[in-house]
């Protein structure tokens, strides 16, 4: 099976701007996990999209938001980028709902904001 | 919340020792707890977990246990290698209901040939 995948793979964006990130889940995989990976605070959970539906959302503004679509593929969308939000994100997939199950990392999007 | 802290930060061994990264957690409702390995500009990789009714889960060089008690958590590795060489990373969470997950800041192990 191919790995999870997610596009772009660098992104540079200004202040103000915003930004779509892509993620493809492990075929057959429905629930599609978001992580933001910094050196100051390390991994840090995003949200959790499960058969289109948000299941759980970590303690980020409402700035950060996602959706899933009918194919599992799922997007996350940062809006007015701020200097704090350049960071490595991380999708994951599992075939079950929720992070108590083996979860399979995407490569990241390295996202720079200046 | 949940509050997880990782140590050691850093721990550096030599070729075939021991390693052991502890981790411990506040709350007593989280009941899985997975180890990441991530190596430089790689994914983080899922390499042992064990949920809270099992108090000990091995796979080959690798172990982790785990005390519901003192709520902590510990992995280890034997016979180190070169390529153990990576950011270990554990985690806890629990099913069901409004959780977040919540990660370890990160052990990063050097094994020295």
């Known amino acids: 099976k191919a790995g999870v995948t997610q596009t772009p793979r660098y992104l540079i964006k200004t202040r103000g701007q915003q930004v779509t990130l892509s993620c493809s889940p492990i075929?057959?995989?429905?629930?599609v996990s978001w992580y933001q990976q910094t050196p100051g605070q390390g991994l840090q959970f995003l949200f959790e999209?499960?058969?289109?539906?948000?299941?759980n959302k970590g303690n980020f503004p409402g700035r950060f938001s996602g959706r899933q679509f009918s194919n599992s593929r799922s997007e996350m969308n940062v809006s007015t980028l701020e200097l704090g939000d350049s960071a490595l994100y991380l999708c994951?997939?599992?075939?079950?709902?929720?992070?108590?199950?083996?979860?399979?990392f995407g490569p990241g999007t390295r996202l720079t904001v200046t | 919340g949940e509050n997880v802290e990782q140590h050691p930060s850093t721990l550096s061994v030599q070729e075939g020792d021991s390693a052991v990264i502890k981790c411990t957690y506040s709350?007593?409702?989280?009941?899985?707890f997975p180890w990441y390995k991530q190596e430089l500009g790689k994914r983080p990789q899922l390499i042992i977990d064990?949920?809270?009714?099992?108090g000990e889960k091995k796979d080959q060089r690798i172990a982790v246990t785990l005390n519901k008690t003192a709520k902590h958590f510990s992995l280890h590795i034997t016979e180190t290698q070169p390529e153990d060489s990576a950011v270990y990373f554990c985690?806890?969470?629990?099913?069901?209901?409004?959780?977040?997950?919540?990660f370890g800041r990160g052990t990063s192990l050097i094994v020295h040939p």
């Open positions: 709350d007593s409702a989280s009941n899985y």
């Open positions: 999209y499960f058969s289109e539906t948000q299941r």
């Open positions: 064990i949920r809270s009714n099992v």
């Open positions: 075929s057959g995989h429905r629930s």
């Open positions: 994951a997939s599992s075939p079950r709902q929720g992070i108590t199950y083996e979860q399979y």
């Open positions: 985690a806890a969470s629990r099913a069901g209901g409004s959780y977040i997950p919540t």
